[in-house]
């Protein structure tokens, strides 16, 4: 199993980044996906959800109206859209995918840094 994220970097505040998440070893149309972040020094806190067929999404306060995720089960892959970013959203992004019990599965995470 493998959660491979890619798209991160420094962005000034206000801008845009789409953060891309791979996935391989299991079948990704069965799993919910979700993003969490971490900002240093504090916990990992959740921004995004998606059902496994891609039709139901949610997010938490901090960025509803700001971030978009999707998924293409063709590909194999999550994505969130953060847009309008602020400096609170900088951290280390993790996709998260969840089947059950025991398939409970992350990747290593992206680097977002939101700074003039």
């Known amino acids: 199993v493998q959660l491979v994220e890619s798209g991160g970097g420094l962005v000034q505040p206000g801008g845009s980044l789409r953060l891309s998440c791979a996935a391989s070893g299991f079948t990704f149309s069965s799993y919910i996906m979700r993003w969490y972040r971490q900002a240093p020094g504090k916990e990992r806190e959740w921004v995004a959800y998606i059902n496994s067929g891609g039709s139901t999404t949610n997010y938490p306060d901090s960025v509803k109206g700001r971030f978009t995720i999707s998924r293409d089960n063709a590909k194999n892959t999550v994505y969130l859209q953060m847009n309008r970013l602020k400096p609170e959203d900088t951290g280390v992004y993790y996709c998260?995918?969840?089947?059950?019990?025991?398939?409970?599965?992350w990747g290593k995470g992206t680097l977002v840094t939101v700074s003039s």
């Open positions: 998260n995918a969840l089947g059950g019990p025991r398939m409970d599965y």
